[in-house]
């Protein structure tokens, strides 16, 4: 179980799959990622993307 704030708020590497994220969810999100920043995120690379931090560094990784 991770953690919150005071104010509800968790860490950058908690799972989504935690928070209660679906899969379909998943999917969906990296697509609108993929629109918004103008990259290709293939379904094996998604699937290691599994928190926030982990979603920044593959951006930070692919648009430098």
């Given at each position: 179980m991770t953690?919150?704030?005071t104010?509800?708020?968790r860490?950058?590497?908690t799972e989504?799959?935690?928070v209660g994220v679906?899969?379909?969810d998943a999917v969906a999100f990296m697509r609108i990622v993929e629109r918004e920043f103008g990259v290709s995120i293939p379904p094996e690379e998604s699937a290691g993307i599994t928190?926030?931090?982990k979603l920044?560094?593959?951006l930070d990784a692919k648009t430098g």
């Open positions: 953690s919150t704030s104010w509800g708020v860490p950058a590497w989504f799959s935690e679906s899969s379909m928190n926030f931090r920044v560094a593959h």
